[in-house]
């Protein structure tokens, strides 16, 4: 499942920005698509804004919603899926919501003989159960937890509590953006 952005989408159906913008407004007034703006590249710029169907809209179109895995609403469903395809595309073998030792963790995969769990947060409301999910990916055997939220702002949020709770954390741990993870070059 790709991540396009509306500008992409407005290309391919051959829309000019001021019709697709007046479709996407009623689409959303109508309940059958989600929007969000994400951060893609550092620097100036870099957002794209990303519409994600609701069940009612697959069913207004006769067609069947693909399946996204995850635990969690539209979005964080959405992430997880993409950040796996991504991780396919690197050539990793992702695991889903995997259940290590009774802990589901969002995202795993090896590398390097390394476990690698990826934690996605997608609300400053998640951000007091990171502490939670990073002491615990760690227990039961995790060497690096990847946070990835989908803006700026809240990943600086949720690295100011994760670091100012868990001193001299045991295990590698990173901070990242949605978009920072799915364009950096190596993982």
């Avoid at 790709?2 to 290309?11: A, K, N, P, R, T």
């Avoid at 996407?24 to 109508?30: G, T």
Wanted: net charge positive; charged share 25%.
């Amino acid at each position: 499942m790709e991540l396009v952005g509306v500008v992409e989408i407005y290309q391919r159906c051959k829309f000019n920005t001021s019709k697709g913008n007046k479709l996407k407004q009623e689409l959303i007034k109508l309940g059958y698509v989600l929007s969000l703006s994400i951060k893609i590249s550092s620097g100036r710029g870099g957002k794209t804004t990303i519409l994600i169907l609701i069940d009612k809209a697959w069913e207004a179109i006769g067609y069947q919603k693909p399946k996204m895995f995850g635990k969690g609403g539209e979005y964080h469903k959405k992430f997880v899926s993409q950040i796996a395809h991504y991780l396919r595309i690197k050539k990793y073998n992702p695991l889903i919501e995997y259940n290590l030792q009774g802990k589901q963790i969002d995202v795993v995969f090896e590398k390097d003989n390394q476990l690698i769990g990826i934690e996605l947060e997608m609300s400053e409301l998640s951000i007091p159960h990171a502490v939670t999910n990073y002491q615990k990916d760690t227990e039961v055997g995790v060497n690096h937890v990847i946070f990835i939220t989908p803006t700026l702002k809240l990943k600086k949020q949720l690295a100011k509590k994760i670091l100012s709770e868990v001193q001299n954390p045991p295990k590698k741990i990173s901070f990242m953006t949605l978009g920072e993870f799915i364009t950096q070059q190596e993982i």
